[in-house]
Each structure stands twice: as C-alpha cells, then as structure tokens.
C-alpha cells in the first residue's frame, strides 16, 4: 500500500524567505501524488499534483515540486514567503489515478513570521 | 460554478445516536469519496462511490455506510457513535475520466460526539 511521511510537523520560516516542505512516499507502482492546502475551519485546496509527466510541478500560489524518484520524494517549495501562505499543508498519494482513494501525510503547520 | 457543498457544517450528537451528512459533488462530477480527518491529523479515506455504488472502503467499521443517488450527491452515515467519531468530515468529488486525475473537496462537516 502507498504512504506518504511528512518531515516536520510545524515549520516557521520569516516573511520573504524560502520555504520548504518536504514528503517522501513509499509506492511500489509510479505515484501519483498532491499537496493540499488547508486554511483554518475549511476543507482542502489542491495546490499542485504530479501525474508522471513533468518532474517538476508549478502550482497555485508560488508553489512548486520535484518529483525525485531515486530519492521518492516531492518536496514543495516556494521562493518567498508571504504572511496569506500559513496554513496545514498535506501532502498525498494516489493508489492509481487521482480520482480514487488518497492516502494524507500527517500534515506540515506553516507558520510566518513577520 | 458551484465547488463541493456540505451540510451541515456543524453538528453535535451524543454517544450512541446515528448521524448523517450529506455531500453535494462539483457540477458536472460523477464520483464522490468521503474522509476523515480527527484533530490534528491528515484525512482518512473512508469509501468511495460512483453509480450509485461503493467502489472502494477504506479501513472503517460498518457503521460507516454511505449512499450515492442518482443526481451523484451522497450521504454518509454513522450509527452508534463514539466519542472517537468527533472529527472533520470531508467529502470530495471528482469525475470518472481518469484523465483528470483531480479530486475537490468542500469545506466539511465538523462532527462532535459528547
């Protein structure tokens, strides 16, 4: 069965740097995976997602991510934080394609820092 | 365009009593999965449903069962609650062509069992 981790539960970076959430996954067939957002008391927002085309993904909002296969990871990044970016971001993993179950991280806190 | 709709968005039942949460897909979607998501966790996939069936379970007891109708809403229901059945419900949609390899998810049903 595919899982993902999620390195960090709490991440705080300052208003303008770089941000990095990393998400390794275990799969023994090609992912698909995603990153979710979720902002406080709603439901998630897709940010990004690869579905094995480009290894690297842009996305909503600034964002982007490597697929790396030799390191099965799909790490998201964002070269300059802005305060609307705090949120829980998740990251997840398709069983086959990604109109079926998900399997959610345990969520990254993205807290900024003015 | 109208995203995933939930109702209701609060509810609070006791210990033992039955609940049910409904789930409006996406205009045009077809599939409709729900999940859970306990306090500080990520979601957790609870099944699936398309035409009218559950496609896929996840690890979830039978008091878990749910129902699609044939606009493709969807209710899901829990009997016998327990305190442990507080959580955030989500319902996601997303259409059957694979291609689009996307699911949306509408904002949740916050579920609190005293």
């Known amino acids: 069965a595919q899982s993902v981790t999620q390195l960090g539960s709490h991440v705080s970076v300052s208003e303008g740097a770089l941000v990095l959430l990393r998400c390794n996954y275990s799969s023994s067939v090609p992912p698909y995976l995603f990153w979710y957002v979720q902002y406080p008391n709603q439901g998630l927002q897709l940010l990004l997602k690869y579905t094995s085309a480009a290894t690297l993904v842009k996305g909503i909002n600034g964002f982007e991510a490597e697929f790396k296969k030799s390191e099965t990871s799909f790490h998201l990044t964002k070269p300059s934080a802005h305060m609307s970016d705090a949120a829980e971001y998740f990251c997840?993993?398709?069983?086959?394609?990604?109109?079926?179950?998900?399997?959610f991280g345990t969520g990254t806190r993205l807290t900024i820092i003015p | 365009d109208a995203g995933v709709t939930q109702s209701p968005t609060h509810l609070i039942k006791t210990r033992g009593q039955q609940v049910t949460l409904r789930c409006s897909p996406k205009?045009?979607?077809?599939?409709v999965s729900w999940y859970q998501q306990a306090l500080g966790q990520g979601p957790q996939f609870i099944f699936q449903y398309y035409e009218e069936e559950e496609r896929q379970r996840g690890n979830f007891p039978d008091r878990f069962s749910g129902h699609q109708f044939p606009n493709y809403s969807s209710e899901l229901n829990v009997n016998a609650l327990l305190l442990g059945d507080s959580a955030l419900y989500l319902c996601?949609?997303?259409?059957?062509?694979?291609?689009?390899?996307?699911?949306?998810f509408g904002p949740g049903t916050r579920l609190t069992v005293l």
């Open positions: 996601a949609s997303s259409l059957e062509d694979r291609a689009t390899d996307t699911q949306y």
């Open positions: 205009s045009g979607h077809d599939t």
């Open positions: 997840a993993v398709s069983d086959n394609f990604g109109n079926e179950k998900l399997t």
